[in-house]
Each structure stands twice: as structure tokens, then as C-alpha cells.
């Protein structure tokens, strides 16, 4: 089975490693260019590089693609740039059809000290104790981090359709975007103002699970919204970093919250990386709920 070369949260001692090697590199200034803050009451977080995946057809839909822990967003535009999009539903070819009407936006997250890795230095969209649904929420880093994807995605034309998508950490960030997106705010109480069309995340978890269903059921219009909004999820039986039961509570509690527009795939055997079967997925999945059309 061919695996992508994209980015693995590896077992803790190899993850330590990558971290620490980083941590000297970002004190050095080589590898981070930093490119945008996103400033709360307490804490400016320092935002890396940015890569953009230019559509090689008619542009229809833009999609902030979200690293995994300790990675960064180039890793993740080199695989986009070559995603089959619109044709995807005529092919299994994965090297076929690259004229994408998508746009790919991949941002790197902040450098930040990581309770998960004893506060070593490494790329991070939120501090992190636990890998799990159940874990403390760092509300303050989601929201930064939430905020920085809407930034991103607030320059776009009106008539493009607007996606968040990502791995591991990253599909976490993803999934806490898709609740600021039904309730209209962030947990600080400031507005999200962008209108979500599409959430995909991949081998990920739901942070800020333990009070989602009771606070969507105190209006219609987050009814409404959390009922319309389409979510792709896929996760590995063979997970050994973000456990499947995590993935697969993530899912479940979306569905009783009322996301019914969700969609979770599971995928036998598979561990803490992507294949191009679960790509595919993700391509057939955008073709199908945004309506791309072939340029």
C-alpha cells in the first residue's frame, strides 16, 4: 500500500525529538517567517509561513488546509497541489485531472510551548494536554488560531464557496471553526463572521465536546446552521496517536448535537498518516457537496 509522505504525529519520543530539533532552529530565526499575529487579551500569537495552491481551473471553492503537530504548511500544499478536483467522480486515478477549480491555503501554526511535550517549543494551533475530546480546552489558542483561518479566508470573492479542513491537530482546529461558525462567535464572545460551506477533518478530534449539544439547543438559527453544515471525518482503525474511539466520539457527539450533514469514514488497519483512498474520499466528498464543476 503506497502511503503519502505528509505529516505524522510519531509516538512521543520521536515527536520530542522533532520538536526539540525545531525549538533550535526557531531560536535561530532559519525557519519561521512570520507573517501574521492574531492578538487576544493575554497572548500574541506568532503565525509562520503561508503557501497558496493556485486553482488551475475556474476558481469555485478556497480551502484552508490545517497542519498536524510539529509540522508545517508546506508539507501539506505539496499533496494538495495535486489533488484531482472536479474530475475526481470520473477517476480513481490520484495523478489524474489536476486542473482543480479549489484554491489551498496552508498556514503553520504559531511556535508555542506544548504542555503535551513538558513545554518544549513546536508548532502548535492550541496548547494541548491530552489527545482526546475529554481534554482541557486552551479556548484562548482556538480562538487565535480560529480567528487566523477566518482572516485568511475574509479577502475572498463572494461568489467562491469557503471550506476548513485538516489533520490531526489541525482537524481539531477545523472541527472548533465549524462550532464558532453555528453559534456566530468564538469563546471570547467576538463575532465569526464567515460563512462555512464545508469542514473535512482527518484523524482529528472535537475539542470543547462537553457542553456543544446544550449550547446549540438554545436557539433555531444555531439549530439551523449546525443541521445545513456538511462535515467529512476519517480516521484509521490503526491509530496509535489520535486514538479511533477519539475520532469516532468526535463524530458521534456532532451527530447528536444535530450536525446532520456529517459524514465519518473509517479505514481498516490504517495508523497516524493518509493514503490516497482516504484522498479520494476527500476529493469525491468536495465534488459532491460543493458542486464543483469541471472547467
Partial sequence: MRIFSVPILSPEIDSLRMCIAKTKNFLVGSWVIRESRAQSSRTTFEFGRTHVVRPKGRHQATIVW???????????SQLLENLPLPNVSSTTNFEAFYSSSVKWICPTAPTRPLSLLGGFL???????QDISENAPDDL??????????????????????????GFSMG????????????????????PYLLNLTSVIGLSGWLPCSRTLRNRI????????????????????????VVAYKHGENSAR?????????????????????????????????LNARLGLQGS
Avoid at 222 to 237: E, F, N, V, W, Y
Wanted: aromatic letters at 10%; glycine letters at 10%; proline letters at 2%.
Fill in 66 to 76: 490545517l497542519h498536524g503537530l510539529g509540522d508545517k504548511g508546506s508539507s501539506w
Fill in 122 to 128: 513546536c508548532t502548535a494551533w492550541f496548547d494541548a
Fill in 140 to 165: 484562548e489558542g482556538l480562538d487565535a488560531s480560529a480567528a487566523h483561518v477566518a482572516n485568511l479566508l475574509s479577502t475572498e470573492p463572494a461568489d467562491i464557496k469557503l471550506g476548513i479542513g
Fill in 171 to 190: 482537524a481539531a482546529t477545523a472541527l472548533y471553526s465549524a462550532t464558532c461558525h453555528i453559534f456566530g462567535q468564538y469563546a471570547n464572545r467576538n
Fill in 217 to 240: 439547543e438554545r436557539t433555531n438559527e444555531t439549530i439551523r446552521r449546525a443541521a445545513s453544515l456538511p462535515i467529512l471525518l476519517c480516521h484509521g482503525s490503526g491509530d496509535d
Fill in 253 to 285: 457527539i456532532l451527530s447528536v448535537a444535530g450536525f446532520e450533514n456529517l459524514t465519518f469514514r473509517s479505514y481498516n488497519g490504517l495508523g497516524h498518516y493518509t493514503i490516497p483512498e482516504e484522498m479520494d474520499e476527500v476529493c469525491r466528498w
